[in-house]
């Protein structure tokens, strides 16, 4: 149980474009999921945590209006990259739990490997 | 930086021997989890230990928590080639929404 599937795993696209990452939660509602970003040979960072029906808490240093996270249902949470650029190139993992206030692991995503060029 | 630090950053032995990973952290936790990841994948949850727990084991897995010491260590008994992987450590700050902090992690490699 507990499966979080992360779409698309590989993209490619041009520098200025927009790209949209999706990630579900195949078999339970996520009231919260979590944004990371991982930068190769290193650790995860949280970029924000995204609650269901409102507004995504971003970390110190995070643009809002570059990441733009929204989390529609208890089943989705989607990451949009704003006109990227080369430098937003990097690995994006998801993972959700059942929300706030329970000790439990997270699930995470396959992540998504983002080339701008 | 809250980020935990691990070490060793990198691991290697040969199948059938023991493996351990050590992380150290900053700040007080509510429980602290340890994470596999295979290359350019997602992480995978190994094990969850209480702040109010000292040791817990999972097949081969074995954690330990010193609290007094911001400390825990990871211990892989009899390793595999398939346990090739990093290896993170993650703290939960007791915020509420258990947000994650994760450590610098260790690359593992195990030989046939």
């Known amino acids: 149980g507990a499966v979080v599937s992360q779409h698309p795993s590989w993209v490619i696209c041009k520098s200025g474009t927009s790209v949209k990452i999706e990630c579900r939660s195949l078999?339970?509602?996520?009231?919260?999921m979590f944004w990371y970003r991982q930068f190769p040979k290193q650790s995860l960072m949280l970029m924000a945590t995204?609650?269901?029906?409102?507004?995504?808490?971003?970390e110190q240093g995070v643009e809002k209006d570059k990441f733009l996270i929204n989390h529609a249902s208890l089943t989705l949470s989607t990451l949009t990259v704003t006109s990227a650029h080369p430098e937003d190139s990097s690995f994006y993992i998801c993972?959700?739990?059942?929300?706030?206030?329970?000790?439990?692991?997270?699930?995470f995503g396959d992540g998504t490997r983002l080339s701008i060029l | 930086s809250q980020q935990g630090e691990e070490d060793p950053q990198a691991l290697s032995i040969q199948e059938g021997e023991n493996a351990t990973m050590n992380c150290s952290y900053k700040?007080?936790?509510?429980?602290l989890q340890w994470y596999r990841q295979n290359s350019g994948r997602g992480l995978v949850h190994l094990i969850l230990?209480?702040?109010?727990?000292r040791e817990k084991h999972s097949g081969r897995l074995r954690v330990t928590l010193d609290t007094s010491k911001k400390s825990s260590s990871l211990l892989i008994t009899a390793s595999r080639a398939a346990d090739t992987a990093s290896y993170f450590c993650?703290?939960?700050?007791?915020?509420?929404?258990?947000?994650?902090?994760f450590g610098t992690g260790t690359r593992l490699l195990v030989s046939p």
């Open positions: 993972s959700a739990n059942y929300g706030p206030y329970r000790v439990q692991p997270q699930h």
């Open positions: 078999d339970f509602q996520a009231t919260t």
């Open positions: 995204s609650n269901e029906g409102s507004k995504a808490t971003y």
């Open positions: 700040t007080s936790i509510n429980n």
């Open positions: 230990i209480r702040s109010n727990e």
């Open positions: 993650a703290t939960d700050l007791n915020t509420g929404f258990q947000k994650l902090v």
